[in-house]
């Protein structure tokens, strides 16, 4: 993709002033503040409607800008080193000198971070002599935005500026792992666990206990597009019900909705938001969907549509 570069630097001017603004990444787009700054920080909880419990992803552009902020360690640098930048969110612990603003941690000690790959944030985060705050640009509890014009439905005129970046070519958050100490997976994401497994040798568990929500985008009743959602599903009721199908149909009908063309899961991962707000948006009342495979991808999705069947 082409980088504008003096939309960059409006996005630089209105980040130093401490104004929000939404950002592009390769999974979601992000509603962003410079991390640094309780000013712009308190702006985005209000702007998303967002729990002040509920702490914030801080992006970096790499590992030496980080270690301004957090002490890392040797999963870290195997994980860095095989995927960043890219769609993984790593749980660390801040260290003495770091300078993140309060409200971006809600005063506790572990911090979210990540290193978008997208050219676009990649450019405006290695202008910035901070690193950015960003969780998701969307309202609370609502689908993730992978074009501007989703930002635009959610947040309308209230955000001062919105930095194009055509559509996220992951289309879906990142995987998120508490590598503190066991590493433990808090957000399945973008990224395969098996990959992750992968690289550091060994099995590596899911903490999935919405009781013991330590990453609140755990928790039920969210990525909703606001009508109910049945798994599963193998037909639809009436024609007020969309269906949702992972694979192209040869008789397509006008309210079946492909995820992808062959089941090919990161493409429909890459869709799945992006269709759950057209159905929406032409009025239907509910939603089925047709069985997922429990694999790879395939079980993002799944995490994704059964929080958001738990209307
Ligand atoms: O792909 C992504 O991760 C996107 C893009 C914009 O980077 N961001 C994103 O942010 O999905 P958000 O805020 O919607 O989801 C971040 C999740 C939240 O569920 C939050 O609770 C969790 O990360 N989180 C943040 N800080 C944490 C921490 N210190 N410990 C555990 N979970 C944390
Ligand atoms: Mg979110």
Excluded: W
């Excluded at 930095?163 to 990224?191: H, Q």
């Excluded at 969210?222 to 149909?249: D, F, V």
């Excluded at 239907?284 to 799944?302: A, D, Q, R, W």
Aim: hydrophobic share 35%; glycine share 4%; with cysteine.
């Amino acid at each position: 993709m082409k980088i504008n570069l003096s939309n960059i630097k409006k996005a630089e001017k209105l980040l130093i002033k401490n104004d929000c603004i939404a950002i592009p990444t390769e999974t979601v787009y992000g509603l962003a503040g410079n991390a640094y700054s309780n000013q712009a920080c308190k702006k985005i909880f209000l702007l998303k409607k967002r729990p002040k419990n509920n702490p914030l992803i801080v992006h970096y552009f790499d590992k030496k800008r980080l270690e301004n902020d957090c002490e890392i360690n040797n999963s870290f640098v195997k994980l860095y080193k095989k995927f960043c930048p890219g769609p993984i969110t790593f749980i660390l612990n801040l260290n003495k000198k770091s300078k993140i603003s309060k409200f971006v941690t809600n005063n506790k000690k572990s911090l979210a971070v990540r290193f978008p790959k997208h050219p676009v944030a990649r450019n405006l985060i290695k202008r910035l002599k901070f690193p950015l705050a960003a969780p998701s640009a969307n309202l609370s509890t609502k689908v993730s935005a992978v074009c501007s014009s989703h930002v635009k439905e959610d947040f309308g005129k209230k955000i001062k500026f919105i930095l194009e970046g055509g559509k996220s070519s992951i289309g879906i958050e990142s995987t998120i792992i508490d590598i503190r100490d066991k590493p433990r997976i808090l957000r399945l994401g973008g990224l395969d666990i098996s990959t992750i497994e992968k690289v550091l040798n060994r099995k590596i568990s899911i903490t999935n206990n919405p009781s013991k929500i330590s990453s609140p985008g755990q928790s039920r009743l969210h990525y909703s597009p606001g009508i109910p959602i049945k798994l599963n599903g193998k037909r639809t009721s009436g024609k007020s019900e969309a269906y949702l199908l992972i694979k192209k149909r040869n008789k397509s009908k006008s309210n079946y909705y492909y995820l992808s063309k062959n089941s090919n899961l990161k493409e429909a991962a890459k869709n799945l938001y992006n269709t759950l707000r057209k159905i929406k948006k032409n009025k239907y009342k509910s939603i089925v969907v047709e069985k997922i495979p429990n694999t790879g991808l395939g079980k993002t999705i799944l995490d994704r549509l059964t929080r958001a069947s738990k209307l």
